[in-house]
């Protein structure tokens, strides 16, 4: 879907997926609460809480890539499936490893496709041996974890409940269902893509990947950037806390069975607010995202008309700096989404390119924003946070812009 240039086949494929990524699946799913609840109360806080008791601090850019990592497959190929990065410590770095090692060559493939395989063929390498060698670790991976949901489907009802906490894996059955069903109805848009909705696993985990990938990096990158904020601001902390005290149940250690709803999660203005605003100030993705003209000429912005097959671009960079709409563009400033009126809040979210907008816009957005909400809760309910080490925070000049430094240590201690 990601990779697909023309606008039908791109809608007709997101619409295989629309429904399990709508928000009123989300925050309906007794399973997205289970995978939440796992997540929340069996691996982040018992670790988060082993930091706090030994006193130790921890390198969180990491671990949060752990964190998105676990939601995400967790929802993708059920929870006796997913990653479980929070708690393989190993198995993380390995894949971290293979995974950000291949960044710095993604231009040749993606821009100039022809070019480097022509010169790969004449014995010219622009891209190094061992991306390919990255790639196919993580392909791989990818395979077995598709293989493994698969067989899932497969168990009896009694195994499946043990194994898998209960949970289905959720988007690897919607696109696996959806792919069988097209490839039996054949149309203009998809008989280019006929072979690839044959009963195979290579198109399914080619798809996941990309979902597995923005996942994991841009939310990552995002609660990186987050605690960062907060844990600059104690009092913003206590506020947040009194905040997050109000759901029931609420979100501490010791209440391990039930979560609160994300409905009521959704209506906590604070919490939005900081959500928001490092969407805004720290977007992980401030890289133009690349637009292909229609076939009939179309004026952008005031421009004269273009023809067709024109690469044209916005970014959320620039968006999120119009000083009109955001004041002080460079602050980090919670306050800006509270207290506004309909109007203001309008013309803020109509420049708010964190996702992405119309046909294009992130299909994951909603389950992001579920996300981003709980673990925050989560863990500002439990614990304070303080810097120990920020050196390298500044924010990359990039497509996906993490931290320079790639990391950043922080200090825990449990609230009493």
Known sequence: MFSTKESKPHAARKRLLSNVYSKSFIQSSKEVQEVTRVILHERLLPSLDSYAIKASPLEVHEFNYAITMDFVSSYLFGLSNDSNFIQDVEMRRRFLSWYFERSEHFFWNQEIPR???MLQNLGIRLVPTWVDAANEKIEAWMLRLCRLAEQSLSATASEYSEKSHGTRPIVYSQLSDSLKKSSSKPSAHNNRHQEETLSNDLPIASELLDHVAAGMDTSGITFTY???????????????????????????????STLPSPRSIDTLPLLNAVIMETLRRHCAIPGSQPRQTPSTPTSLAGSPPLPGGVRVSAQAYSLHRNEKVFPDPEAWSPQRWLDIDQ?????????????????????????AMQELKYVTAAIYTNFTSSIDDDTGIEQADAYTAGPMGNQLILKFERVS
């Not at 904020?229 to 609420?250: D, F, H, I, M, Y």
């Not at 109007?343 to 389950?367: I, L, Q, T, Y």
């Open 343 to 367: 109007e203001k809040k309008d013309e803020m979210m109509r420049w708010f390119w964190a996702f992405g907008s119309g046909g294009r816009m992130c299909v994951g957005s909603h389950f």
């Open 226 to 256: 987050l605690f960062w904020q907060l844990s600059q601001n104690p009092n913003l902390q206590a506020s947040l806390r009194k905040e997050l005290l109000t759901l029931s149940p609420p979100l501490t250690l010791d209440n391990k």
């Open 115 to 117: 070019l480097t395989r």
